[in-house]
T-cell receptor, first 112, second 116 residues
Framework: GESVGLHLPTLSVQEGDNSIINCAYS??????FIWYKQESGKGPQFIID?????DKRQGQRVTVLLNKTVKHLSLQIAATQPGDSAVYFC???????????FGKGTKLSVKP | KAGVTQTPRYLIKTRGQQVTLSCSPI?????VSWYQQTPGQGLQFLFE???????NKGNFPGRFSGRQFSNSRSEMNVSTLELGDSALYLC???FGLGVLAKNIQYFGAGTRLSVL
């Protein structure tokens, strides 16, 4: 199976809370990671990316953390809103393979 | 700026038939990648095209093929359809090659293929 995977297939949070979505990867040579959001009936939408020479990157309400020691990636969403309900994928660029390797995805549900 | 456009959005075919899917990338993007998305396997890479040449290929049988035209538009073809080919087929475009340029891939809405 794929080496980029997610610890939890579903995550349910209350509106206004912070969400944390996790991802593990196995290839230490991977040097670029991307988080995508996919809403029902749509294609994946880019959220944020991070290179392996960084351990944290912030966007608007989102933060990606990279822990190369344990090969772990996480996406933090602040003040989660109903519009954040979607499936979130992490993707790994292993360089040598020339394409992105996607995790299975985590479904985020936001309760009003 | 228009996004990635995939046509058709939905297709129903029967086993043994063939199908052609189309993808128009974002204007100025030269790289097009195709992915298959299923509930069981998730997003799996099919192939990538850049400047009308296939640059990279995933682990799919030869029934899956593609091409890219001089205007960067791309098509993928699946011959001798099998039930297991039912999936959402996604196209993504980026400015340059996926690896070397570390370009972000922008996805279309996909073509939902159902094989009966």
């Amino acid at each position: 199976g794929e080496s980029v995977g997610l610890h939890l297939p579903t995550l349910s949070v209350q509106e206004g809370d912070n969400s944390i979505i996790n991802c593990a990867y196995s290839n230490s040579a991977s040097d670029y990671f991307i988080w995508y959001k996919q809403e029902s009936g749509k294609g994946p939408q880019f959220i944020i990316d991070i290179r392996s020479n960084m351990d944290k990157r912030q966007g608007q309400r989102v933060t990606v953390l990279l822990n190369k020691t344990v090969k772990h990636l996480s996406l933090q969403i602040a003040a989660t809103q109903p519009g954040d309900s979607a499936v979130y994928f992490c993707a790994e660029d292993r360089g040598s393979q020339g394409n992105l390797i996607f995790g299975k995805g985590t479904k985020l549900s936001v309760k009003p | 700026k228009a996004g990635v456009t995939q046509t058709p959005r939905y297709l129903i075919k029967t086993r043994g038939q063939q199908v052609t899917l189309s993808c128009s990338p974002i204007s100025g993007h030269r790289s097009v990648s195709w992915y298959q998305q299923t509930p069981g396997q998730g997003l799996q890479f099919l192939f990538e095209y850049f400047s009308e040449t296939q640059r990279n290929k995933g682990n799919f049988p030869g029934r899956f093929s593609g091409r890219q035209f001089s205007n960067s538009r791309s098509e993928m073809n699946v011959s001798t359809l099998e039930l297991g080919d039912s999936a959402l087929y996604l196209c993504a475009s980026s400015f340059g090659l996926g690896v070397l340029a570390k370009n972000i891939q922008y996805f279309g809405a996909g073509t939902r293929l159902s094989v009966l």
